[in-house]
């Protein structure tokens, strides 16, 4: 490499000072030549960042002052320090990463020269000794040859002076490994320290505590809203601008460095003399040195990014629709009014009753001006101070308080519920639509609670006051905390179970009301206790019967792993009562329940179908029993799974006729094989004062019989209710007056033998 060129103007490159011409060395591709620049020290003797951990600058910004996570821009170099006493060099581990220099070995010059590349070691010497010729700084791009091949890196250095003698260097690397073409671009024009600030918007300082010292670049300046030299830098003058809230960490960054070890990282908020609010990332490290501690760092300015992360969390937190908070947003808010303390705090969920059906036959852009307007309502009903939130579906929540009685709450609430109940007239629909709201609340009071439990807890009550009725709200207390309890219980029992398979089948019979003689049985499930709380007063072994689990299967969706295990045990003891038997001839059927999530589930069906397939079972010995849940809103996928069951000859019926889902349309739609009728018509039927019940199950008798379908009546407990059911003409009969459930082995495998 040739000399660099001597000119006039100011900061131009000038001829390494003291050195000899040497032979040009080979060119990197695309390399910087090495740029010096004469003494201009607007920050003579400082010595700054030995060690600094650059890594630790482009790391995530810790939360300060209300400040969240946020990343500095990439590009920041790594740094490193030269002392000229004793040529040690300190470098921060991204550089030791870099030169792949093993941890906390000692590094000098000369360590680091061997590892240059041959043909670049006169580049590097160039470095070295412009640097001891006092040049203000320089730079330049030198290959190293390091474990996994050969690493470029351009250089940038300025030196350290005191009393007019060269005492250190200090500077930072930049890998630039496979630029290639590009570096020329890339690199061309950066001007040593100054090139580098500009690059990565880095301010570096270093204080003397003694001394009571503090010199900084050129960026600092800009930090504090002022021109380069404008003020002469003190720790004072910086505190002064720190937020008053953030100079506590200040202090941590200098005043108290020199008694702690290792580094620190802040965020600030600093406000200029142009009246600039910024924050600033500032990091600081105690160097100790034989003139005593000095504690050097560096700053860069994060406005942006805060900002920005602030703008990407106010948006993430906020429903698209309303224009509400969501829930990652309620919840936040609701963690921040618990940690408070203030007073008594309220949780209302509100869901409302009937948006599916606006949403599946008007349209979503129906649906979604009527959630606008739901919000509309309650942002003129609630007083200031409340927060409302979206969330997700119909489904909002509002949090009163801090400080709100009962009294006022329950007013609340039910000025709520009232509100919602009006109807709608929204653009784009005909007439108004009706779409009231269920609520469910709680609220803190003397404990202790996160925001998830206090949402399980009014989740809870929404739910009571669906199962109420709807258009009402539900308080949650000690019987639904209780019922909560039990529930959880119940579901890890149910799980455990699963996995455990201590899961077993009963049969209870069912008998023709004209020759008394059983016919088939309706397969039932049971959980066998594991010994735990579960187990209750009967220990281990206890058989939990289905209304401990059923609900929550259902309300978990385990109900659909329950029914496939009970349809797969009831094929095996099918085709082994009719191996028994020589043949399906005199083989009792056998029913099983199949859940309305069992129905929409794809391939449940389909696999009850090819498993009497496998066995080679008639079709006719398996009944399904359906409630009509399953009928009321129907999915495709669920009535593609019911005409299957009908085409392939299995009898299916309904089961629990009569309870609160009635519609009857779908007798018209469906050629169903049997009826049956629930235990609460049954239960009144025969008593002498009770002739209302006769006629109720007379015209269910009746309506099944006009389409054809078999009528079955269960919870027979007492011979009469039998005798009156005979008389009215009902088929088929089940009830402890009959059998209690069994142990499927129990059951005889064919009627009467």
């Not at 930072?172 to 061309?188: C, M, N, Y």
């Not at 600033?280 to 805060?306: F, H, I, L, N, T």
């Amino acid at each position: 490499m040739g000399q660099p060129r001597a000119t006039g103007e100011p900061g131009a490159p000038v001829p390494i000072s003291g050195t000899a011409p040497r032979t040009a060395p080979a060119v990197v591709p695309g390399a910087v030549p090495l740029q010096v620049h004469p003494a201009r020290r607007p920050c003579e003797g400082l010595a700054c960042c030995p060690a600094a951990e650059a890594a630790a600058l482009v790391e995530a910004m810790a939360p300060a002052g209300g400040v969240r996570h946020v990343a500095v821009p990439a590009g920041l170099p790594v740094l490193w320090s030269w002392s000229a006493d004793g040529g040690h060099v300190e470098a921060s581990e991204r550089v030791r990463r870099a030169l792949r220099l093993p941890p906390g070995a000692r590094v000098d010059l000369g360590v680091v020269r061997r590892l240059v590349h041959p043909d670049d070691r006169v580049r590097f010497d160039d470095l070295v000794l412009a640097l001891a010729g006092a040049a203000d700084s320089a730079q330049g791009t030198v290959r190293f040859v390091v474990p996994g091949g050969v690493r470029v890196l351009h250089a940038w250095a300025a030196t350290r002076v005191r009393d007019g003698a060269v005492v250190g260097a200090f500077g930072g690397l930049l890998d630039v490994t496979g630029a290639g073409p590009q570096l020329d671009v890339l690199l061309s024009g950066l001007g040593g320290l100054h090139a580098a600030e500009e690059l990565t918007g880095v301010g570096l300082w270093e204080w003397d505590p003694v001394a009571g010292e503090l010199l900084w670049t050129a960026p600092m300046y800009g930090l504090l809203g002022v021109e380069p030299g404008a003020l002469r830098p003190t720790v004072e003058r910086w505190h002064d601008a720190v937020h008053p809230q953030d100079r506590a960490l200040a202090r941590r960054l200098d005043v108290e460095a020199p008694g702690r070890e290792g580094s620190r990282l802040e965020t600030l908020r600093v406000t200029g003399a142009d009246g600039v609010l910024r924050y600033v990332r500032c990091w600081s490290r105690a160097v100790p040195g034989p003139d005593g501690v000095r504690v050097s760092g560096a700053a860069v300015e994060v406005s942006r990014q805060v900002r920005d992360q602030v703008r990407l969390e106010r948006l993430s937190a906020t429903d698209a629709v309303t224009g509400l908070l969501n829930r990652q947003g309620l919840v936040e808010r609701l963690r921040h009014v618990l940690a408070g303390g203030c007073g008594e705090v309220a949780l209302i969920l509100l869901d409302l009753d009937h948006f599916k059906v606006v949403n599946d036959t008007l349209g979503h852009h129906i649906g979604d001006a009527l959630l606008v307007e739901v919000a509309r309502r309650l942002g003129d009903l609630l007083p200031p101070g409340t927060v409302t939130a979206r969330m997700g579906g119909d489904e909002f929540a509002v949090l009163a308080g801090p400080g709100i009685d009962r009294a006022a709450l329950y007013a609340l609430v039910t000025s709520i519920v009232a509100a919602l109940r009006g109807p709608y007239r929204l653009p784009g629909s005909v007439g108004s639509l009706s779409c009231p709201a269920s609520a469910g609340v709680t609220s803190r009071g003397d404990r202790t609670v996160g925001p998830e439990e206090l949402l399980a807890e009014a989740d809870l009550a929404l739910y009571q006051a669906k199962d109420n009725g709807r258009g009402r709200f539900v308080v949650f207390d000690d019987p639904l905390r209780a019922r909560a309890r039990a529930r959880h219980l119940a579901e890890r029992t149910l799980r455990s179970a699963l996995a455990e398979q201590r899961l077993v089948l009963h049969h209870q019979p069912v008998v023709d009301l004209t020759t008394g003689r059983p016919v088939g049985a309706e397969a039932l499930v049971r959980i066998r206790a594991d010994g735990s709380v579960a187990a209750g007063a009967g220990g281990a072994g206890r058989l939990l019967p289905p209304e401990e689990f059923i609900d929550v299967a259902e309300d978990t969706g385990l109900i659909v792993e329950l029914d496939c295990w009970v349809m797969e045990r009831a094929l095996e003891h099918l085709a082994a009562c009719v191996a028994r038997a020589g043949g399906p001839d005199g083989v009792p059927w056998l029913a099983v329940n199949v859940s309305p999530r069992s129905m929409d589930q794809p391939g449940v069906i389909s696999r009850l179908l090819d498993g009497l397939q496998s066995y080679g079972l008639p079709p006719r010995l398996l009944k399904v029993e359906l409630t009509e849940r399953s009928f009321l809103g129907q999915g495709p996928v669920g009535e593609s799974a019911l005409r299957a069951l009908l085409r392939s000859g299995v009898p299916v019926g309904i089961d629990d006729f009569g309870t609160g889902y009635s519609a009857l349309a779908y007798l018209q739609r469906f050629d169903l094989d049997f009826m049956k009728i629930d235990r609460s018509f049954v239960a009144a039927v025969g008593a002498p004062e009770r002739g209302r019940a006769d006629a109720v199950v007379t015209a269910i008798v009746d309506l099944a019989h006009a389409h054809g379908m078999e009528v079955t009546a269960e919870g027979i407990e007492h011979p009469w209710q039998a005798a009156r059911l005979r008389e009215i003409g009902c088929d088929l009969a089940q009830g402890y007056h009959f059998g209690r459930p069994t142990s499927q082995d129990a059951v005889p495998p064919a009627g009467g033998r």
